[in-house]
Every structure is written in structure tokens, then in C-alpha cells.
């Protein structure tokens, strides 16, 4: 298919006019046995994020940062906007008949639209509005979303359709509210990544088949915490130390996963004294950021094996999560590996 991602015209002027949705349907063409259902449903997330976008700018101006005064499941304190961004989720995809379960990190059990046999084919799992906490100092912050397939004829639980190990997700991506608004998904054949124009309020394709570097030395995990990681996580921040390694940690996951995919480096968030298991979670987490590193060429474990192979047991299901570059992934996987 010949690139027409950027149009530079006769008067110089370069435009980039590969819209996400022209660009999925353009590749769901390519299969016979396809229905335009992802187009339906990345076009309902696009929706989703170009009004949480908007929702993300204005908070200041429209006061509705800071805290609800309740806690979510998880018992974290609840931001106005994560309210405000799982509402806008929640109605966008929840109007496509094609959704069968919806499952938020802000709802305790998944909800179930539709059974299979009434058009219910996906179950999408999400992050609504991820690294909330920082919203209130305008650091980037990000939606998460994970697509399967609704394969089960009969509903059970909403649990039991949606807990599926990452490496049967068919889509999976992020929206990073940023300096800009960055969509990058993956449908299982690379990872493309869109940014929202904003003059004509729609995303464009700016880069096809992102390949995370293979190397670089740069680590990216909350360092302060460093006393409660298991010794072989602090072994190889030792090693790091001592092989010329910087730092970077913005403290919001899909900035910090975005910057690590595009610079390469590793994205470390390990088991603590607070989190056995690891702070983040497997469903609308890791598994839709580890399928995104994955197309993009490299590797994400949660220490002991790879990521996308774990049998989920719960919705909201911690793991220790190690993504970013193949090469660093190995180094970081051979202390752990070693026991120290
Ligand atoms: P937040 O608590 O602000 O929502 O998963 C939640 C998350 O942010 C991630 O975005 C981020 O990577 C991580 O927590 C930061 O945790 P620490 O503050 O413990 O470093």
C-alpha cells in the first residue's frame, strides 16, 4: 500500500491527512472475513479520548481537579476526572453494538452490554484516566484499553468472559494527554501511532510501524522506593549505576511507557513492601502496554516470564511489570534470573 501519510502539495505546504479511522479501515479491508467492527470500536475510543482531551485542558478553567472525597476499588483516592473520563468511556463504547463487556479500573466487576449471540463479539478492558494523581501539576497522564474477543456463548460473570491472557488480545493502546494528544494502537500487525489535530478535531497518522530501539541506556522505575524492591532489582540498578545508565521517571505509566517506547530503555515497576505483587494492573495495565511493546519489536516479563502469558485471575490483578527494549528487558531479567 503506497504511504500517503504526509501530502506536501504544490505551495510547499505538508499536511498529514491519514486519518486513525481511514487507516483502520484500510487495513481491515485487507481481510476477507472482516466487519468493520474494530473501525467501530477504535472509533468509539478516538471519540472517547478526544473528549477526555478536551475534559484533561479545561479542568483548571472548568475546576474540576482534585479529589471526589471517596476511594475507588482499589481504595486510592478518586479523581474528579477519573469519574468524569470512565463516564465518557463508558458511554462511548457502551452505544457500539458490537461491545459485550466493559470493564473499567473503576468499577469493581466488569459490565456486560450484550451476550455474544445478541452482536456482543469484544470485551474491552480499560484504564480510564491513568496517573491521575498528577493531573493537578498538568504532567501528561493517559486512557489504557485492551480488545478481545467475546468467544463465550453463554454469560456467566463478566469476569469469566473478560479474564483472557494478554496474548489473545486482538487491539490494544494508549491515549497520552500530553503537549500533545498521542494515540498509539496496535491491532496485532505493528504499532501505528496517531496525533489529534486539533484544528480539525480528528487524529492523523504521523508514524507506521514504531520500532522501540533495541538498546539504550535508560532506566525508568520510582527509584525512592528502592529499599523495598527484592535485591535483585536493586543489584541491577547497582549494574546501571555503574554502566553509565540515566534515569527517567515521570510517575504517570503511558507517559513513561510512550517515552520508553519511542527512546527505548526500560520501564521497571517491581514488587514492594507496599505491593507485594507490584503496583500495576494486569488487565487494562500491563497486557495492553506489553501487546503495544511487543509489535514494536520488544519485550515486556514481569520477571519471570513473559507478560502476555499470564492466566488472569481477578479484573484488577497486580503485576510486577519490566517492559521496554529487548536488550535492556534481558539485562534486567539476567539479575532476577541470577537471584541477585
Ligand atoms: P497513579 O497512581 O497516579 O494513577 O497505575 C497508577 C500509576 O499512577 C501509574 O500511572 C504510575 O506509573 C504509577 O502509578 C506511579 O506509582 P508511584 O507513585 O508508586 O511511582
Known amino acids: 500500500m503506497p504511504d500517503y501519510t504526509v501530502t506536501t502539495s504544490k505551495y510547499g505546504i505538508t499536511e ?23 473501525t467501530w470500536i477504535l472509533s468509539a475510543i478516538s471519540l472517547a479520548g478526544r473528549a477526555i482531551a478536551n475534559k484533561v485542558r479545561r479542568a483548571r478553567v472548568d475546576d474540576v481537579l482534585g479529589e471526589v472525597g471517596q476511594e475507588n476499588v482499589h481504595g486510592e483516592a478518586q479523581q474528579k476526572l477519573d469519574i468524569i ?5 463508558m458511554r462511548c463504547l457502551g452505544d457500539r453494538a458490537n461491545v459485550g463487556v466493559l470493564a473499567s479500573e473503576e468499577g469493581e466487576t466488569p459490565t456486560i452490554l450484550r451476550s455474544r449471540s445478541d452482536g456482543g463479539r469484544y470485551c474491552i478492558a480499560f484504564d480510564p484516566l491513568d496517573g491521575s494523581s498528577n493531573l493537578d501539576v498538568s504532567v501528561g497522564v493517559g486512557t489504557i484499553f485492551s480488545v478481545s474477543r467475546n468467544d463465550q456463548e453463554e454469560v456467566d460473570s463478566g469476569e469469566g468472559l473478560i ?12 491515549i497520552l494527554y500530553g503537549s500533545s494528544t498521542v494515540f498509539v494502537v496496535t491491532t496485532g500487525n505493528g504499532v501505528n501511532m496517531f496525533v489529534l489535530d486539533p484544528a480539525i478535531g480528528t487524529f492523523v497518522l504521523v508514524k507506521r510501524h514504531i520500532t522501540i530501539p533495541h538498546e539504550q541506556r535508560i532506566y525508568s522505575v520510582n527509584e525512592a522506593y528502592r529499599d523495598n ?29 510512550h517515552r520508553t517506547l519511542l527512546k527505548g530503555g526500560v520501564f521497571i515497576y517491581p514488587p514492594t513492601g507496599e505491593h507485594s505483587k507490584g503496583k500495576l494492573r494486569l488487565m487494562y495495565e500491563a497486557n495492553p502496554m506489553g501487546m503495544v511493546i511487543e ?7 514481569d520477571g519471570k516470564g513473559r507478560i502476555l502469558d499470564i492466566e488472569p485471575e481477578g479484573l484488577h490483578q497486580r503485576t510486577p511489570v519490566v517492559l521496554g527494549s529487548a536488550r535492556e528487558v534481558e539485562h534486567v531479567q539476567r539479575f532476577l534470573d541470577n537471584g541477585g
Open 229 to 257: 524492591f527484592p535485591k535483585p532489582y536493586q543489584d541491577y540498578l547497582s549494574w546501571a549505576h555503574e554502566n553509565g545508565y540515566s534515569s527517567r521517571y515521570i510517575g504517570s505509566m503511558v507517559a513513561d511507557v
Open 85 to 89: 473520563a470512565n463516564e465518557i468511556i
Open 295 to 301: 509489535q514494536a519489536g520488544g519485550a515486556a516479563t
Open 16 to 38: 498529514n491527512l491519514t486519518t486513525l479511522q481511514a487507516h483502520i479501515l484500510a487495513q481491515e479491508t485487507k481481510f476477507e472475513e472482516a466487519t468493520g467492527d474494530f
Open 163 to 174: 479474564l483472557q491472557p494478554g496474548h489473545r488480545q486482538v487491539a490494544a493502546g494508549y
